[in-house]
């Protein structure tokens, strides 16, 4: 078996540590995440799951313990828990796209420009960045939409521009923090397709969601459950091969 | 008679079948904008010195200034120490009375006369 | 570096898109951050020349010009001066000179009247020149201002009431040329025995007395002499002449900017009550371009590119539009500031100088606190956490 993407040993973290207002998110998490598959973070609301998908995609450090992530370029694993930012923000933006729960488009630029966002310190050509970003939203079928400003555009197509600028770097890692919140049925089931091509095409998709429309579809592989900061269940998803050897016919 | 109706999300669509593919670069346009001024302002140098070389205006006041016996360049006419500054004495702008305010515009632009005469002349060079 | 080139240049698109989402105020802060440059630049390339030109012309100057007191007011001196003075060693020729104050009651307007040095009797053994020459007794040659303020051209008329109310009858023999009112514009120039006449003046006495020496550097002995000689006169130099004017400007120049400072310092607080009032929406996009895979430095490089592109703008736009304003249009907007309440004033048509120093020092002066009043506000802005978005 591959090492690991990413392993989490006794990850703790504590919001405003030191200060009055401090509190504990997540207690000594141990978890290791394969580098392909769907994985989803389920609990309640306040249960740790979002801090714990940004302790992953690089955008905070633990308070202690230790997470090591594989670099996808040269497969060399490094302990990212004590990177400086700088290294942290390299080492993210080859390996993470995301999108946020409420999207985080930036408004009054198209959704060509955002999407292109990310790419821009990477040092390509513009040109090759439009075609680029370009493509992407032909392939999510938000094209027609390019030099529609953000904030005009209707809710489904809003997150598949987010989408769309979270893979214009064509990440290895997609980390998706409840996309389908506030979502119609038809648009969970259009996301969940989206997610379900990314897993084909041998990306890892990692999202949180307290949407049981989400961990019981059908491309999920794992499904991992937090209460209160800590691991409460680990199983496999309905796409998960375990599952679908030891639970008989899908 | 039927007009065109301007969707409000901007995507005409029949439009953006027309449009190139890439948006306008508005750097490059900044960009050509600041050139174009630098190369402007590079412009005003040369106008300088293309001027300076053509203008005989200097050498012609001088020569007026030297003929005429003129020490003083006519900017402001209005009071005597501000017509010739320095030909005016300490004491002219309060020639009223010592605590007299000055009361020509100009004479709060051009400053009080400085006392010259043999205690300046070994002060600091000025080109000739 | 193309690389490096490559994210400028989309920094800049992305800087100039978010920009764009405020035209109004954005173009507003342009155009008053270009006024302000306008006017200080205006003032600096105007002085700046007029300093050039001050200096051009008036190396002609007397080298030294010697002035009675008598308590403590300038006096008129008489013919016993000009021979004690020509004893002197190293005097190459000394002149009594006629020159003189008119308020002329018809237009409420001064004249400087003089008499060509070359002139004047005794002569001071100078040869007499193109201007030098003195009008024939009757005629007079005036100024540029003179003739535009009593509405006379060459040929015709000019009649002056002299201080005890006789009328005079001048015919106008030339008017000088254009080019050079900024030494003649309110001068009129007549014959000694003209300008005598006009002011009741006995002969032999001078307004004052002009020295020419054979060796420059030699002056200072002179004076000193000359001192010990004429010790109730004041003597001025051509170097004391070009000292005065060189402090003029820097003093004229000096009151401008304190008048500026006011809009100057309101322009600041403006700037930086822009930049630092980063708005949540500023704060939240800042946080986005984070976790999207910005680092802090490229943050803060595309919010000052924001403000170096306004600075520079304006800068051009000031500097150039104060360059066509200066020596294309005589700096029309400064003269209220120059006539005072003088009725004659010289159209001045200077000759372009650009100090690059000063120019430069303009620029560091503007750009530089304008571009570091953002630099602290986007820096502190920049800083945020990435994984804020996600709270």
């Given at each position: 078996m591959?090492?690991?993407?990413l392993t989490?040993?006794?990850?703790?973290k504590?919001?405003?540590e030191?200060?009055?207002?401090?509190?504990?998110?997540?207690?000594d998490?141990?978890?290791?995440?394969?580098g392909?598959?769907?994985?989803?973070?389920r609990?309640?609301s306040?249960?740790?799951?979002s801090?714990l998908?940004?302790?992953?995609?690089?955008?905070?450090?633990?308070?202690?313990g230790?997470?090591h992530?594989?670099d996808p370029?040269?497969?060399?694993?490094?302990?990212?828990?004590?990177?400086?930012?700088?290294f942290?923000?390299?080492?993210?933006?080859?390996?993470?796209?995301f999108?946020f729960?409420?999207?985080n488009?930036?408004?009054g630029?198209?959704?060509?420009?955002n999407?292109?966002l990310p790419?821009?310190?990477?040092g390509?050509?513009?040109?090759?960045i439009?075609t680029?970003?370009t493509?992407?939203?032909?392939?999510?079928?938000?094209?027609?939409?390019?030099?529609?400003?953000?904030?005009?555009?209707?809710?489904g197509e809003?997150?598949?521009?987010?989408?769309?600028?979270?893979?214009?770097?064509?990440?290895?890692?997609?980390?998706?923090?409840?996309?389908t919140?506030?979502?119609?049925?038809?648009?969970?089931?259009?996301f969940?397709?989206?997610?379900?091509?990314?897993?084909?095409?041998?990306?890892?998709?990692l999202?949180?969601?307290?949407?049981?429309?989400?961990?019981e579809s059908?491309?999920?592989?794992?499904v991992?459950?937090?209460?209160d900061?800590?691991?409460?269940?680990?199983?496999?998803?309905?796409?998960?091969?375990?599952?679908?050897?030891?639970?008989?016919?899908? | 008679?039927?007009?065109?109706?301007?969707?409000?999300?901007?995507?005409?669509?029949?439009?953006?079948?027309?449009?190139?593919?890439?948006?306008?670069?508005?750097?490059?346009?900044a960009?050509?904008?600041?050139?174009?001024?630098?190369?402007?302002?590079?412009?005003?140098?040369?106008?300088a010195a293309?001027?300076?070389?053509?203008?005989?205006?200097g050498?012609?006041?001088a020569?007026?200034?030297?003929?005429l016996?003129?020490?003083?360049?006519?900017?402001?006419?209005?009071?005597?120490?501000?017509?010739?500054?320095s030909?005016a004495?300490?004491?002219t702008?309060f020639?009223?009375h010592p605590?007299?305010?000055?009361?020509f515009?100009?004479?709060?632009?051009?400053?009080?006369?400085?006392p010259?005469g043999?205690?300046?002349?070994?002060?600091?060079?000025?080109?000739? | 570096m193309?690389r490096?080139?490559?994210v400028?240049?989309?920094?800049?698109?992305?800087?100039?898109a978010?920009?764009a989402?405020?035209?109004?105020?954005?173009?507003g802060?342009?155009?008053?951050y270009?006024?302000i440059?306008?006017?200080?630049?205006s003032v600096?390339l105007?002085?700046?020349a007029?300093?050039?030109?001050?200096?051009r012309?008036?190396?002609?100057?007397p080298?030294?010009t010697?002035?009675?007191?008598?308590?403590?007011?300038?006096?008129?001196?008489?013919r016993?001066?000009l021979?004690?003075l020509?004893?002197i060693?190293?005097?190459?020729w000394a002149?009594?000179r006629?020159?003189g104050y008119?308020?002329?009651?018809?237009?409420?307007?001064n004249?400087?009247m003089i008499v060509?040095?070359?002139?004047?009797?005794?002569s001071g053994?100078?040869?007499?020149?193109?201007?030098?020459?003195?009008?024939?007794p009757?005629?007079?040659?005036?100024?540029g201002g003179?003739?535009?303020?009593?509405?006379?051209?060459?040929?015709d008329?000019?009649?002056?009431?002299?201080?005890?109310g006789?009328?005079?009858?001048?015919?106008?023999?030339?008017?000088?040329?254009?080019?050079?009112e900024?030494?003649?514009?309110?001068?009129v120039v007549l014959?000694?025995?003209?300008?005598?006449?006009?002011?009741t003046?006995?002969?032999?006495v001078?307004?004052?007395l002009?020295l020419?020496?054979?060796?420059?550097?030699?002056?200072?002995?002179i004076?000193?002499k000359?001192?010990?000689?004429?010790?109730?006169?004041?003597?001025i130099?051509?170097?004391?002449?070009?000292r005065?004017?060189?402090?003029?400007f820097?003093?004229?120049e000096?009151i401008?900017?304190?008048?500026?400072?006011?809009?100057i310092?309101?322009?600041?607080?403006?700037?930086?009550?822009?930049?630092?009032g980063?708005?949540?929406e500023?704060r939240?996009?800042?946080?986005?371009l984070k976790?999207?895979?910005w680092?802090?430095?490229?943050v803060?490089?595309a919010r000052?590119?924001?403000s170096?592109?306004?600075?520079?703008?304006?800068?051009?736009?000031?500097?150039?539009?104060?360059?066509?304003?200066?020596f294309?249009?005589?700096?029309?907007?400064?003269?209220p500031?120059?006539?005072?309440w003088?009725?004659?004033?010289?159209e001045?048509?200077?000759t372009?100088?650009?100090?690059g120093?000063?120019?430069?020092?303009?620029?560091?002066?503007t750009?530089?606190?304008y571009?570091?009043?953002?630099?602290v506000?986007?820096?502190?802005?920049?800083?945020?956490?990435?994984d804020?978005?996600?709270?």
């Amino acid at each position: 078996m591959d090492t690991p993407m990413l392993t989490l040993r006794a990850v703790t973290k504590t919001h405003n540590e030191g200060e009055e207002n401090a509190c504990t998110a997540l207690h000594d998490i141990d978890l290791s995440l394969e580098g392909r598959g769907v994985t989803v973070l389920r609990g309640p609301s306040g249960s740790g799951k979002s801090t714990l998908l940004s302790l992953v995609g690089c955008l905070s450090r633990p308070t202690s313990g230790r997470i090591h992530l594989r670099d996808p370029e040269t497969a060399e694993v490094r302990d990212i828990s004590a990177l400086p930012e700088r290294f942290l923000t390299l080492l993210r933006r080859r390996t993470f796209g995301f999108v946020f729960q409420s999207f985080n488009l930036i408004h009054g630029l198209s959704a060509l420009e955002n999407v292109m966002l990310p790419a821009y310190p990477l040092g390509q050509g513009r040109r090759e960045i439009i075609t680029r970003a370009t493509a992407w939203l032909e392939r999510l079928d938000v094209a027609h939409k390019a030099r529609t400003p953000v904030e005009l555009l209707s809710g489904g197509e809003v997150q598949r521009v987010a989408i769309a600028r979270a893979m214009v770097n064509d990440p290895p890692v997609l980390i998706a923090d409840e996309p389908t919140a506030n979502l119609d049925s038809d648009l969970v089931r259009r996301f969940l397709e989206i997610v379900a091509r990314f897993r084909d095409e041998g990306r890892m998709v990692l999202m949180t969601s307290h949407d049981p429309r989400v961990w019981e579809s059908v491309s999920v592989d794992r499904v991992v459950t937090l209460r209160d900061g800590r691991i409460a269940g680990d199983e496999p998803g309905p796409a998960s091969p375990a599952r679908q050897g030891g639970g008989g016919a899908p | 008679m039927v007009f065109p109706v301007a969707r409000r999300d901007g995507s005409a669509r029949s439009g953006s079948l027309s449009r190139s593919p890439f948006p306008p670069n508005r750097a490059a346009t900044a960009l050509v904008l600041l050139a174009a001024g630098l190369a402007a302002v590079l412009g005003t140098v040369l106008d300088a010195a293309f001027r300076r070389g053509e203008g005989e205006t200097g050498r012609g006041t001088a020569r007026m200034v030297a003929d005429l016996g003129l020490t003083d360049l006519a900017l402001f006419t209005e009071a005597r120490y501000t017509r010739n500054p320095s030909l005016a004495d300490l004491h002219t702008p309060f020639q009223d009375h010592p605590l007299a305010l000055d009361h020509f515009p100009s004479g709060s632009l051009i400053g009080p006369p400085t006392p010259w005469g043999q205690a300046s002349l070994t002060k600091g060079e000025v080109p000739e | 570096m193309i690389r490096w080139f490559r994210v400028q240049v989309l920094m800049i698109d992305y800087t100039l898109a978010s920009m764009a989402r405020r035209k109004a105020r954005n173009l507003g802060l342009l155009l008053v951050y270009a006024a302000i440059l306008f006017v200080l630049a205006s003032v600096t390339l105007f002085t700046g020349a007029l300093r050039e030109e001050a200096v051009r012309a008036l190396v002609g100057a007397p080298e030294v010009t010697v002035q009675r007191m008598v308590m403590g007011r300038h006096a008129l001196i008489d013919r016993d001066g000009l021979e004690a003075l020509r004893a002197i060693r190293g005097v190459q020729w000394a002149e009594g000179r006629l020159w003189g104050y008119f308020y002329d009651t018809a237009n409420g307007a001064n004249y400087t009247m003089i008499v060509p040095s070359g002139g004047i009797v005794p002569s001071g053994g100078r040869e007499a020149v193109a201007y030098g020459a003195p009008p024939e007794p009757g005629f007079v040659r005036i100024g540029g201002g003179v003739a535009r303020s009593r509405g006379v051209a060459p040929g015709d008329w000019l009649f002056l009431l002299n201080p005890q109310g006789r009328l005079f009858k001048l015919r106008v023999e030339a008017v000088f040329p254009s080019a050079s009112e900024l030494v003649s514009a309110d001068l009129v120039v007549l014959s000694e025995a003209d300008f005598r006449a006009f002011h009741t003046l006995p002969e032999g006495v001078f307004t004052d007395l002009a020295l020419g020496v054979r060796n420059p550097r030699e002056i200072t002995t002179i004076v000193e002499k000359a001192a010990l000689v004429l010790p109730d006169c004041r003597f001025i130099t051509r170097r004391d002449i070009l000292r005065t004017y060189d402090a003029l400007f820097d003093w004229r120049e000096g009151i401008l900017l304190a008048l500026m400072g006011g809009a100057i310092l309101a322009f600041m607080i403006l700037a930086w009550d822009k930049a630092s009032g980063q708005s949540p929406e500023e704060r939240r996009e800042i946080g986005i371009l984070k976790a999207i895979g910005w680092e802090t430095g490229e943050v803060i490089r595309a919010r000052l590119w924001e403000s170096a592109l306004v600075s520079l703008f304006a800068f051009l736009a000031g500097y150039l539009l104060a360059y066509l304003h200066v020596f294309f249009f005589s700096a029309g907007l400064l003269r209220p500031v120059l006539q005072g309440w003088a009725v004659l004033y010289p159209e001045i048509h200077l000759t372009p100088r650009i100090d690059g120093a000063r120019v430069l020092t303009l620029f560091l002066l503007t750009v530089g606190p304008y571009v570091a009043a953002t630099l602290v506000p986007i820096w502190r802005a920049a800083v945020v956490d990435p994984d804020t978005v996600m709270r």
